[in-house]
């Protein structure tokens, strides 16, 4: 994304080469921490110097929040380096105050911004064992004790609890049953009695192992004035619309650490010789990487187009957001997995020049589950796809997206928070832009352009016929098929908009690059691996080799990094 180019840049610098060794925030001292189990100490003072936090703050509380793409490119920087840091440092903190910018008051705005501003950690205590995604069911409460409103139960599992000054905590206010029961909760630890917070047993994890997740238990604490985000009942509804932010950014951060698997993969196979040539010479090799190529810019382009949403479409970000979380998060990990193939017995080496491979094949499996699993995506999308059968996509001609939905050089206008909906109301512009963007392709990705067509209609009728029963949590396996088919489709349109709206620019002009794109998403949504067309694999490997040896990224930035080119051309 073409935004905040000197900022990033400057982030990039601040951090360095995460290849050199002797980087005291590069790979080798984030492995050294990840072996504690802790979070690198380093690399957090060197956040808290630049005043990462402030990416978190909108700019009329004294921080630089004022666009969705940037606050992405910015903690892109530090997944690429340790998903870890990215959301054990950041992403954490963003979560939490995301809730009090929708729904705070002027007063608790400001309070969370100073938080943040002055190198501070608010938590989001949302998760209980007991119930999971399940947050209507969550037993910690608000109770009335003589008169004095109290905090009493447990929240486990917590990112960052035990040091955060700040939390953001889900409670039950109302024990009647319904969508109005729950509140969120606004604290300052400062203003706490602590002998009646107990902090719990920390959770170890097989991945993120740095990143502090322990428990929190609160011993009937009182509360102090003016602790409740919003209307009390509103903690629901306030989450809900929070996470059409937080799940749009989890899929396209975590880009990151994929492309630096990528490159790790190809630094691999660009110096280990194999009968008697480089292994990234051998067919099946070269294809290989550039079908994971294909597959990162594929949720570089949905990612795109449904960041820019939230400013542009803020009332079809109910559907994008979950939709978007689904297919990104599967296809990361198949590119993740595809690239440890490629790597052989040395994608689990601890030591060693691809050691950070293995602790980001590890990190990066958050993505399916972390902040709402695949599942609980499913369920908010599934009962929106009839409406959105019968209106938007039914209609006739499709009404063309707006043209700032994808084009990364445009200013997407302001982010306004309370703009977001709880449901799209049968809209959905994304799919609309699919006519207009095939009827400019030729040759074979105009065959591919209308393959998606059909394939859209085909899901319009499909959902039509929704019953009922289809649109709940017991929904049979076909009802979820279908929200993995919206996905294709949408990523379709978003990858056409991108091209139509940005050639020369985040994918080259060539109709090439469509083709090769819808060719390998055609392939996933038949469930079988894409063979790409030789011409389009060629095109691929050769963009995908050129940005690695003059140390440039891999997203729709092409942007220089730090990390200069690893080895020598061929």
């Known amino acids: 994304m ?83 840091l990215g959301l054990g440092y950041g992403m954490s903190s963003f979560i939490s105050s995301v809730n009090v910018w929708l729904a705070g008051d002027e007063k608790q705005r400001l309070m ?18 007991a119930h999971g995604n399940d947050m209507a069911g969550a037993e910690c409460a608000v109770i009335d004790a003589e008169g004095v409103p109290v905090l009493r139960g447990r929240k486990e599992v917590v990112t960052n609890v035990r040091r955060a000054q700040g939390l953001v905590v889900f409670a039950r206010t109302d024990e009647r049953p319904g969508s109005r029961s729950h509140s969120q909760v606004l604290l300052d630890k400062r203003a706490l009695d602590r002998g009646l917070l107990r902090d719990l047993p920390r959770f170890p994890s097989s991945g993120m192992r740095g990143v502090q997740l322990h428990g929190i238990e609160f011993v009937d604490c009182p509360l102090p004035p003016h602790s409740i985000l919003g209307r009390p009942g509103d903690g629901l509804e306030t989450a809900m619309r929070s996470f059409q932010i937080t799940r749009t950014v989890l899929p396209a951060v975590m880009c990151g650490p994929v492309e630096t698997g990528l490159r790790v993969a190809l630094n691999h196979l660009t110096t280990r010789r194999l009968y008697g040539a480089p292994a990234a010479e051998l067919p099946f090799v070269r294809s290989a990487l550039a079908g994971v190529f294909a597959d990162l810019l ?39 997995n595809n690239l440890s193939e490629l790597l052989g017995a040395h994608f689990y080496l601890r030591t060693g020049p691809a050691a950070i491979f293995q602790k980001l094949l590890r990190d990066v499996r958050l993505v399916g589950f972390g902040h709402a ?42 982010l306004v928070f309370d703009r977001l909906k709880l449901t799209a109301g049968g809209r959905d512009a994304l799919s609309g832009s699919l006519a207009e963007s095939v009827s400019r392709l030729s040759g074979p990705a105009a065959a591919l352009g209308e393959a998606f067509l059909a394939e859209h209609a085909a899901l319009a009728r499909d959902c039509r016929g929704l019953g009922p029963a289809d649109l709940t949590v017991t929904a049979p396996a076909e009802a979820s098929r279908l929200v993995t088919r919206t996905g294709h489709v949408l990523a379709a349109a978003a990858v ?59 997203d729709l930035t092409a942007r220089l990094l730090p990390d200069g080119a690893p080895v020598a051309r061929p």
Request: charged residues 20%; aromatic residues 8%.
């Open 2 to 84: 073409t935004v905040g180019h000197s900022r990033i840049e400057e982030l990039e610098r601040h951090l360095g080469n995460p290849f050199d060794g002797t980087n005291p925030v590069g790979f080798a001292a984030l492995l050294r921490a990840d072996e504690r189990g802790e979070m690198c100490a380093e690399s957090e003072r060197a956040l808290d110097a630049y005043g990462f936090n402030a990416e978190f703050v909108p700019v009329e509380l004294g921080g630089r929040l004022s666009r969705l793409d940037e606050v992405v490119a910015a903690l892109r920087a530090l997944y690429r380096r340790d998903p870890s």
């Open 298 to 336: 594929l949720v570089e382009c949905f990612g795109a187009a449904a960041i820019r949403a939230v400013h542009v479409l803020p009332g079809e970000a109910s559907v994008l957001s979950s939709v978007y979380k689904h297919f990104g998060s599967a296809v990361l990990l198949d590119a993740m």
């Open 112 to 129: 969370a911004a100073d938080l943040l501003l002055g190198n501070h950690r608010i938590a989001a205590a949302y998760h209980e064992l």
């Open 496 to 554: 056409l908009g991108v091209w139509r709206h940005n050639s020369g620019g985040a994918l080259p002009g060539d109709p090439i690059w469509p083709q090769a794109l819808l060719a390998r998403l055609q392939g996933r949504l038949r469930g079988r691996p894409a063979v790409l067309p030789p011409a389009a694999e060629k095109a691929l490997y050769a963009e995908l080799t050129d940005r690695f040896h003059t140390g440039r990224s891999f």
């Open 373 to 414: 699993a695949r599942g609980a995506c499913e369920s908010a999308v599934l009962p929106q796809l009839p409406v959105l059968a019968r209106r938007s996509w039914s209609a006739a001609p499709a009404a063309d997206a707006p043209a700032n939905l994808f084009d990364l050089a445009a200013d997407p206008g302001p």
